[in-house]
């Protein structure tokens, strides 16, 4: 599978385990926020959470499984329309994932406040420390979630927290995302020629799965899949559904 520049567009968990095997193999340390100067060659592993917890616990736990350090940040959103961290199921995935060696940040949507009228780095500090009350782990990096260019020259400077754009990750080292489902640069490339020692790798848990699907593939799976897990939360609320409505009757 291809983009439109040719770059390799391969949405795989099989995929995402060559990719931190090619790192290795060119001699980058997969670090994070808080080591990274302690490595010759540093990769930083990033994930925001845009729309499912599910997917980022899948994720963690294959990171986990491929051993020798690797770790990600997992940049999680306070308020989301498609998780609630604060219910029983979202606190527990995401300490999970805590559990399972990964750092969980702020994932900030500045579209929720009015930059004329609110000192956004408070409104930051606010939600970092809402988010370690509900999860019960610490909270020490923020990223934006599609940060306006406004935020991303301002280069905003947190008290006891890493911007993740900050000039330092943002200028300094080199940033390759995969936003939109959508490789901008050949990442492969990129590792193999060597020609960065800091790298901030910014992957998107939700594209990746166990086989190979299309970008329309993914949505519509998610889209329809949501019926079913709203009968599921009724089911623990609301006795004998099953005479109300049968699993069967779910469309999607």
Not at 67 to 82: P, Q
Not at 117 to 129: F, Q
Not at 205 to 212: H, M, T
Not at 237 to 250: F, H, P, T, Y
């Amino acid at each position: 599978m291809f983009d439109e520049k040719g770059i390799k567009m391969d949405f795989t968990y099989e995929a995402y385990v060559e990719l931190i095997k090619l790192l290795k193999k060119h001699g980058y340390q997969i670090a994070n926020y808080h080591n990274h100067s302690s490595c010759e060659r540093a990769a930083i592993l990033r994930h925001d959470v845009d729309y499912s917890l599910d997917d980022s616990l899948r994720m963690a736990e294959l990171e986990r499984s491929i051993g020798e350090g690797v770790s990600s940040t997992y940049f999680v959103l306070l308020s989301s329309d498609f998780y609630n961290i604060a219910s029983a199921e979202g606190k527990r995935i995401v300490r999970d994932i805590h559990a399972l060696g990964h750092e969980i940040g702020l994932h900030f949507d500045e579209t929720l406040y009015h930059y004329e009228t609110l000192d956004i780095v408070e409104c930051i500090r606010k939600e970092s420390n809402i988010m370690e009350q509900i999860l019960e782990v610490p909270i020490s990096a923020v990223s934006m979630h599609r940060p306006s260019p406004r935020t991303l020259q301002a280069d905003l400077r947190i008290p006891g927290m890493i911007n993740a754009y900050g000039s330092l990750f943002f200028n300094e080292f080199k940033y390759l995302s995969d936003s939109r489902r959508h490789w901008r640069e050949d990442i492969k490339g990129i590792i193999e020629k060597g020609q960065y020692d800091k790298l901030q790798i910014l992957t998107h848990a939700f594209w990746y799965k166990k086989e190979a699907e299309t970008l329309e593939s993914t949505v519509k799976t998610f889209v329809n899949h949501a019926n079913f897990d709203r009968y599921k939360r009724l089911d623990h609320n609301i006795k004998d559904l099953g005479a109300i409505m049968a699993e069967e009757e779910i469309e999607g």
